[in-house]
């Protein structure tokens, strides 16, 4: 690996690693995760899956399932990143968890590039999605030596 193969590999293992201490702002029980965007090495915004503003802070119902309204930490970002002044054209987002579907649209039409993330999900229509867009998806293994 190129000396700036290694930078870009510690930067990204750096930003994962606080798109994970973001998720630990979700109050959703079943799975907290993170996002965070980078432009231009700055955060320009970050998310963690919950519910709405003004909303209950309880993801899940009696039976312990995700109640249909809660948002993921991408869609956050992203919105978040709308009611900013800052543009997500060509920049990265750091997720703790492999994009849906749905948050690939999201992402597709914010003009992120890039997306880095370091939990696969069971179902990688979003990262096929992400791919066909000509988005760069990679992974990074969390338990692989981080520095």
Request: charged share 25%; glycine share 4%; proline share 3%.
């Amino acid at each position: 690996m190129e000396e700036k193969e290694i930078k870009q590999l510690n930067l990204d293992k750096r930003y994962v690693r606080m798109a994970r201490i973001w998720a630990e702002n979700s109050y959703c029980q079943r799975r907290q995760v993170g996002a965070i965007v980078v432009k231009n090495k700055m955060i320009i915004s970050d998310g963690y899956n919950g519910t709405p503003e003004g909303f209950e802070n309880v993801c899940e119902d009696e039976y312990n399932v995700t109640k249909p309204y809660v948002l993921h930490a991408e869609a956050n970002a992203i919105t978040k990143l709308a009611r900013s002044h800052n543009s997500s054209e060509g920049a990265t987002m750091y997720v703790t968890a492999s994009p849906c579907i749905e948050c690939a649209k999201l992402i597709i039409q914010a003009g992120i590039r890039r997306v880095v993330y370091s939990e696969k999900y069971r179902l990688e229509d979003g990262i096929n999605l992400l791919k066909r867009a000509n988005i760069q998806v990679d992974y990074i293994n969390p338990t692989e030596n981080n520095e």
